[in-house]
């Protein structure tokens, strides 16, 4: 076996999780990021998050659509998912989390989004033709009741939706980090902070995501950004960057400060192998560097020209989503790379074209762009065509 | 009364689940086997599924009964305390039929190097060889003669090679 040093047992010697168990908390933490950036402006009432609210929420669904994909191609048995449902183990972690997944689509994502886009699909429905039209009548589900009474009751009822919905975010990822928290056996995982580390680090992601795709979506669409609502995302991101960072160096010095049994085995794999992955790419480059370019936006008000501003926000929110991606990448790789006997590292190398391999990986991390796009097709998010209905493009 | 007018489209999309969920429990129904979680988080006729099974494994004493020769060597040895049937595979039927059921010989190049070849995650102490550099090709019975008590012959004290 190439690649192993010291002694490993058998079953460490090669990996079980690959990149796309890499990339599928990733996802899932985008998605409760970005659900949680669109309950500011819903429950905490953050007009200036305004533009993007809808766009947050399409995000959030486009990306929990993907989420279990790569875990289906990592199992490879997709007919037998359903059983997680048919046969439902109470005490399995795993999967439970079927029902949470299920609970936040359809409860949470769907049904609030139905609601806040009630009124154009009732729109659509009688000005669109084809078949466009007849899935607008289907969304309809027979009822064009738009009467500023219905609305208001729908209003109403999204933002209770919205309240139970941050808890659930909470909750969908908050249980991925509980599963690696909850593996006693592995000592780079069991933490109770996990869960917690994990829900900071995807708000993070989440809100850097969906702050990209607005500027992005603002470029496709010729525009003007909205700078006091990247302003307000970027200082939201702030804050929540430094919670998130205050409990990784938490974690992190309590695991110097007690070095357990396990301290020395990784402390050496932190050094040498995660070295670039762990202290380079995601806590200099992916935490720190951002959070002084945040702090710098917060501290200097607006001395910045807009240009400037929206530039350091771009770059401080693309070094956050490689810096979190990292962080993913270390949890759910460097906790495979040490024996359990602590006497011995094996390595991992990405492959290309197999099923687990890295264009696949690509491909998922890119999948749910195809589906925002279809979303945005069907459901414009954009502010200016809420009472004009768009001709059937 | 005009609650309900105004809010028809919230009772329909609830309806919707409702009806989800009498799908889902039909189905349940339906494709859950009966005896699923009889004993357990699994289906319960599966244990006399299994039970039904045609045995493949003798068992080392039934082979020792008539091959007493192997037996023998094989209790001198340092295989002792492995099985008949780890190197020789499932042989019921053979031990129930020893005469139209004959065995094929292992191929001892593949057969040793299964549990012989050096790996960092075997314990030091178990005797292990890099199989290319330790015997060039040539099958392992060429030296250590007999595959029962592996040890080499001429020196039956060997072994110590570290």
Redesign the interface.
């Known amino acids: 076996?190439t690649g192993?040093?010291?002694?490993?047992?058998?079953n460490?010697?090669e990996l079980q999780w690959s990149i796309l168990i890499v990339l599928y908390p990733f996802i899932t933490g985008l998605v409760a990021g970005a659900f949680i950036l669109a309950s500011l402006e819903r429950v905490f009432l953050v007009e200036a998050v305004k533009p993007i609210y809808r766009l947050a929420l399409l995000t959030a669904l486009a990306f929990l659509i993907d989420a279990p994909l790569p875990l289906q191609l990592h199992l490879g048995h997709p007919e037998r998912s359903p059983e997680m449902?048919?046969?439902p183990?109470p005490t399995s972690a795993m999967a439970m989390f079927g029902y949470v997944y299920l609970w936040y689509l359809?409860v949470v994502l769907v049904?609030e989004i139905?609601l806040d886009y009630?009124k154009d699909i009732v729109i659509f429905a009688q000005t669109t033709k084809g078949l466009k039209g007849l899935i607008y009548k289907f969304l309809?589900?027979?009822?064009y009741?738009i009467?500023p009474?219905?609305l208001a009751?729908?209003n109403k009822?999204g933002w209770i939706i919205t309240l139970i919905g941050i808890p659930s975010a909470f909750f969908l990822h908050g249980y991925v980090g509980f599963i690696f928290g909850s593996i006693k056996a592995n000592p780079w995982w069991s933490s109770p902070l996990m869960p917690v580390v994990f829900i900071f680090s995807a708000m993070v992601s989440g809100i850097a995501a969906v702050m990209l795709i607005y500027m992005a979506t603002c470029k496709l669409r010729k525009v003007a950004i909205d700078v006091r609502c990247v302003d307000t995302i970027a200082m939201y991101m702030f804050y929540i960057f430094i919670i998130d960072f205050a409990l990784e160096m938490l974690d992190l010095i309590h695991r110097i400060y007690e070095s357990d049994e396990s301290f020395r085995s990784l402390n050496f794999m932190v050094h040498t192998q995660l070295y670039i992955p762990h202290i380079v790419i995601q806590i200099c480059l992916g935490t720190v560097t951002p959070l002084v370019i945040l702090f710098i936006l917060q501290v200097s008000g607006k001395k910045f020209a807009e240009k400037v501003r929206l530039r350091l926000c771009t770059i401080s929110g693309a070094l956050a989503m490689i810096g979190i991606f990292a962080m993913r990448w270390n949890v759910v790789i460097g906790g495979q790379l040490f024996s359990k006997s602590f006497l011995?590292f094996t390595t991992y190398k990405v492959a290309l074209v197999t099923k687990e391999g890295l264009i696949v990986a690509v491909a998922l991390a890119l999948l749910p762009f195809l589906f925002l796009w279809i979303l945005i097709k069907f459901l414009p998010p954009w502010e200016e065509s809420h009472h004009t209905p768009a001709a059937g493009d | 009364m005009n609650i309900f007018k105004d809010s028809g489209h919230l009772f329909k999309f609830a309806a919707c689940f409702v009806i989800g969920f009498l799908i889902y429990l039909g189905l349940r129904g339906f494709v859950v086997p009966k005896t699923f979680g009889q004993y357990g988080h699994y289906r319960g006729s599966a244990l006399k599924d299994i039970a039904a099974k045609p045995i493949k494994y003798a068992g080392h004493q039934v082979c020792e009964d008539c091959h007493t020769d192997q037996a023998t060597a094989k209790s001198a040895g340092k295989h002792v305390t492995v099985n008949c049937e780890a190197c020789h595979g499932a042989l019921a039927a053979h031990a129930n039929d020893p005469t139209s059921v004959i065995p094929v010989k292992p191929d001892p190049l593949v057969l040793c190097a299964r549990c012989h070849t050096a790996t960092a995650a075997k314990p030091k102490d178990f005797p292990q060889v890099n199989i290319d550099e330790h015997s060039g090709g040539a099958p392992c019975t060429m030296c250590h003669t007999n595959p029962h008590s592996p040890a080499m012959g001429a020196a039956p004290a060997a072994g110590g090679a570290k």
């Open positions: 076996m192993v040093e010291g002694y490993m047992y058998p460490e010697m449902y048919l046969t183990h359809m049904f139905w009630r309809t589900m027979g009822s009741n009467s009474r219905a009751i729908d009822i011995g």
